[in-house]
């Protein structure tokens, strides 16, 4: 457990939340946080790290624009909850599909690419009519939007229900940096390594190339 400072907690306007329910509220979310991933967030980031009582839309929205890692939705606002849970839920579903998506494309593209250059001169390769550029090109271009969808994903909320009382915690305050990496980065690389290999030993004719 770590102290939090009221500098660090916001609330909104419209809940009807004591002073003491606040503070169970915030003694229930730290058993789900990692405390030094929060202590670093503090240190980098002096603003609040979160907000009690969020019981509309408009609420919610502003607190996830100005980047509150800890929201805690009034436990009275159950169709608030249920959106919620419906719109993360598809998110991850849909970040999930990108991101195979990519791992699948640019295997494929660097391999072909390879392909591109056996035997080939440096002038060739880069001719016009190649399509050697065209495919080390896309597959830059498809791990630049990964970089970026693995951001999201780092700073992407989860949905957590703690004695009937529900909170969004972003990823970044729960998993360490290094882990949050490797379990990011990881498969995705693997998925990428298996689809380069499987494109380099199968060929449209069925031989290795």
Not at 9 to 17: A, D, F, N, R
Not at 144 to 150: F, K, P
Request: proline content about 4%; glycine content about 6%.
């Amino acid at each position: 457990m770590i102290d939090i400072p009221s500098s660090y907690i916001v609330s909104s306007k419209l809940s009807p939340l004591e002073p003491q329910d606040v503070l169970r509220v915030l003694r229930l979310v730290q058993s789900e946080w990692n405390d030094e991933c929060v202590k670093d967030r503090m240190n980098r980031h002096p603003t609040p790290l979160i907000a009690v009582g969020i019981a509309n839309p408009h609420d919610l929205q502003r607190v996830v624009r100005v980047g509150v890692p800890v929201i805690h939705l009034d436990r009275e606002c159950r169709a608030l909850k249920a959106a919620q849970a419906r719109y993360l839920r598809e998110l991850k579903y849909g970040q999930i599909l990108a991101s195979v998506g990519s791992a699948v494309l640019s295997g494929v593209l660097v391999a072909r690419g390879l392909k591109q250059m056996n035997g080939r001169s440096l002038r060739a390769l880069l001719s016009k009519k190649s399509w050697f550029w065209m495919y080390f090109g896309g597959a830059g271009l498809i791990w630049i939007g990964q970089v970026s969808l693995m951001r999201a994903l780092k700073e992407s909320y989860g949905l957590v229900t703690l004695q009937d009382e529900c909170f969004m915690v972003r990823r970044d305050l729960v998993v360490n940096k290094w882990r949050s990496v490797l379990q990011r980065w990881l498969p995705y690389c693997l998925l990428v390594g298996s689809v380069f290999r499987w494109t380099r030993v199968y060929s449209k004719k069925g031989v290795v190339y």
